[in-house]
């Protein structure tokens, strides 16, 4: 084995080691993309109410490519071109919170898990699902207001748009942010958005 290939090795069972796994080529088509989602398992620094059940491991738009994000995702008001009707996403929440202990959908957003604006799956219920505004202890609306100290709805938010200016300015691929939102998202707000 040459230097390089054993380098490579290191890296990805460093990665592993952590519970993290190597970001998807640039090139990864939608399909393997969402199986590579749908096989992930990592290992989340934040609680669990932050993330959607394993229901939902998100889900890339077959429609936007790395090489189409200037005609997509980077162009400005484009994801409102493709959201769902709200009559179609508060439907799917109400199904959703059915089975669980708040079922006040006003404490919940019908969330894209990878978001539009980062090439997610506009109506596929495997990218949507009822993200808290506040806490399971500290329920929120969307009026608010949001304290600081509680995370929910509005940092993902934070965390998707920091996302989606890096993969428009080319220092990020698109599948390398879809990546990220989908494994874990709050790492990236703890180690990238609030520095």
Not at 7 to 27: H, K, R
Not at 154 to 169: G, P, Q
Request: charged residues 20%; glycine residues 6%.
């Amino acid at each position: 084995m040459n230097y390089r290939a054993r380098y490579l090795l290191l890296g990805v069972l460093s990665l592993a080691l952590l519970g993290l796994s190597p970001a998807p080529p640039a090139n990864e088509s939608a399909e393997a993309m969402d199986a590579r989602l749908a096989a992930a398992v990592v290992t989340r620094v934040g609680p669990s109410y932050l993330y959607p059940e394993a229901a939902t491991p998100g889900l890339v738009n077959p429609a936007v490519t790395q090489a189409n994000i200037r005609q997509t995702i980077c162009t400005r008001g484009w994801a409102a071109t493709i959201r769902p009707p709200v009559t179609y996403t508060n439907t799917l929440k109400r199904e959703q919170l059915a089975g669980t202990k708040d079922r006040n959908p006003t404490h919940f957003e019908e969330d894209h898990f990878i978001s539009l604006e980062l090439g997610g799956h506009p109506r596929d219920p495997r990218n949507l699902w009822p993200e808290r505004w506040g806490t399971p202890d500290h329920p929120l609306t969307v009026q608010g207001p949001f304290p600081s100290h509680l995370v929910g709805a509005k940092n993902k938010d934070a965390v998707e748009n920091a996302l989606h200016r890096e993969v428009c300015a080319g220092r990020m691929t698109l599948r390398e942010a879809q990546w990220e939102i989908a494994t874990d998202w709050f790492r990236y707000f703890r180690e990238r958005v609030l520095r």
